[in-house]
Antibody, heavy 119, light 106 residues
Framework: EVQLVESGGGLVQPGRSLKLSCAASGFTFSNYGMAWVRQTPTKGLEWVASISTGGGNTYYRDSVKGRFTISRDNAKNTQYLQMDSLRSEDTATYYC????????????WGQGVMVTVSS | DTVLTQSPALAVSPGERVSISCRASEGVNSYMHWYQQKPGQQPKLLIYKVSKLASGVPARFSGSGSGTDFTLTIDPVEADDTATYFCQQSWNDPYTFGAGTKLELK
């Protein structure tokens, strides 16, 4: 059974950093691209970033370029999202998702982790 | 960005057929996907590449469309289908989602 478990969310002040992790199991992690998708009641679902199987190719939405870094450790079956210079508009539930590269859909999702950016 | 427009809500009776539409602001080739999200849960992939059924999804769900107009059909609708349904395109950068259609059962 495919499982994706996020961790690392919480309350953080504007301008500070937070790092999300996503532990994967139930599939060969190194064979799949991975992504982060966020959701808010006002903006809905937004793709944030994707990473290729080996980690050599990364992709970001414009609003997070230069502030967020997606990475992965295939030996640990884990992907990460380093979020720096956080803004109030980054407040959302962040989902880890499998896929999201090479035109593919997001075929499995984690349960999500809440990130709140507020002073 | 590619805007995906969905009607906000629909109400149907169990056993009926329902079609949920998604219109894209520009062409998305065949890279349109559909997700179901129930309250408090993560989205679940239903249909990918317009009409391909995701693993474990009942055949009551189907997808169709081309160009800029796409449809998710549920036939027949069951009580457990109460949820919000999102379309998503992966042809244009950035990938975008529709705002969702909330399906309510009468």
């Amino acid at each position: 059974e495919v499982q994706l478990v996020e961790s690392g969310g919480g309350l953080v002040q504007p301008g500070r950093s937070l790092k999300l992790s996503c532990a994967a199991s139930g599939f060969t992690f190194s064979n799949y691209g991975m992504a982060w998708v966020r959701q808010t009641p006002t903006k809905g679902l937004e793709w944030v970033a994707s990473i290729s199987t080996g980690g050599g190719n990364t992709y970001y939405r414009d609003s997070v370029k230069g502030r967020f870094t997606i990475s992965r450790d295939n030996a640990k079956n884990t992907q990460y999202l380093q979020m720096d210079s956080l803004r109030s508009e980054d407040t959302a539930t962040y989902y880890c998702a499998r896929g999201g590269v090479q035109l593919g859909p997001f075929d499995y999702w984690g349960q999500g982790v809440m990130v709140t950016v507020s002073s | 960005d590619t805007v995906l427009t969905q009607s906000p809500a629909l109400a149907v009776s169990p056993g009926e057929r329902v079609s949920i539409s998604c219109r894209a602001s520009e062409g998305v080739n065949s890279y349109m996907h559909w997700y179901q999200q129930k309250p408090g849960q993560q989205p679940k992939l239903l249909i990918y590449k317009v009409s391909k059924l995701a693993s474990g999804v009942p055949a009551r769900f189907s997808g169709s469309g081309s160009g800029t107009d796409f449809t998710l059909t549920i036939d027949p609708v069951e009580a457990d289908d109460t949820a919000t349904y999102f379309c998503q395109q992966s042809w244009n950068d950035p990938y975008t989602f529709g705002a969702g259609t909330k399906l309510e059962l009468k």
